[in-house]
């Protein structure tokens, strides 16, 4: 059992998603990762990045965290080229990269490119190379984005892992996407949910029976509401009042209210 203690990467079972998506790298297919907000897709990535075999014929492998728009996509894809030392094809007007140099004072001379120049400078440096490239956080696609993808897929291994989508609009994408294998991930069954509940629940004392099976039901099996339940539990036991899971539930969402409150401030400012 593999647990993930960073505070997005909580990571439980899996092995059946996670030997279907290194069995399509294996097999040179693409994948396409999807399931509910909250399910582990992002940790599951991490993991099977985590694990050497993915390194097949010694891929190298190119992750962006950052796939909601075309741009973000192409500049975290020039992070990886210019971290792996691939960028060797660049526009006349660029300066020769000084690859010594930290991203953040290369990134700059990215960002002032256009979409369209900034994506074929990114086709243009995978040509002949062998990777497997890593989409996460893909939100909607736009036709540009779609063509661009496209081409993607004619230079590396792809594994696109979805936001939280309709399995009808996943369909549709997974038919525009033709050659992906569909890898869904669907809540944690009881027993793995318990073994994360007992992780997370880890160096406090005394918790009740009654309040794991609570935590279990309110969550559904899903690992982002199951840590965020217990971290309520965390801080009750800090303050030392009784253990109440109705409570925790209630804190809870109000932590995630406010976080997207201060995400949807940040995107306007």
């Known amino acids: 059992m593999t647990y993930w203690s960073n505070s ?7 092995k059946h998603e996670l030997k279907a998506i290194l069995g399509s790298l294996k097999r040179g297919k693409h994948s396409l990762l999807f ?8 940790a599951l990535i991490h993991e099977v990045m985590k694990r050497s075999s993915v390194r097949i014929s010694s891929k190298k492998i190119l992750f962006s965290d950052q796939s909601v728009s075309l741009k973000d996509t192409c500049l975290s894809l020039a992070r990886c080229l210019y971290h792996q030392r691939m960028i060797s094809r660049l526009p006349r007007e660029f300066e020769p990269l000084d690859f010594n140099m930290p991203w953040e004072k290369i990134k700059p001379k990215f960002e002032r490119l256009k979409t369209t120049p900034l994506k074929n400078l990114i086709l243009n ?22 063509l661009f993808l496209d081409n993607l897929r ?12 309709t399995k009808k609009e996943i369909g549709k994408l997974w038919m525009l996407l033709w050659g992906f294998e569909k890898i ?10 318990n073994q994360l509940i007992a992780y997370c629940l880890d160096g ?16 559904h099996g899903n690992p982002a509401v199951i840590k965020a339940l217990c971290q309520q ?8 009042t009784s253990f109440n ?8 969402k109000i932590g995630d209210f406010l976080e997207a409150k201060e995400d949807k401030k940040k995107c306007h400012s």
């Open 245 to 252: 899971v109705e409570l925790a539930e209630i804190d809870s």
């Open 8 to 14: 997005v990467d909580i990571f439980v079972g899996r």
């Open 125 to 146: 440096n995978l040509r002949n190379q062998n990777c497997i490239i890593v989409l996460d956080h893909l939100g909607k696609l736009k036709l540009k984005f779609f």
């Open 35 to 42: 399931g509910e907000k909250g399910c582990g897709k992002t």
């Open 233 to 240: 539990i965390h801080k009750q036991h800090d303050l030392k």
């Open 204 to 219: 406090i004392e005394g918790v009740p029976e009654k309040v794991v099976r609570r935590i279990a039901s309110i969550s």
């Open 154 to 165: 004619d230079a590396a291994h792809l594994v696109l892992v979805v936001r939280s989508n």
């Open 184 to 193: 869904e991930l669907k809540a944690l069954p009881l027993h793995e949910a």
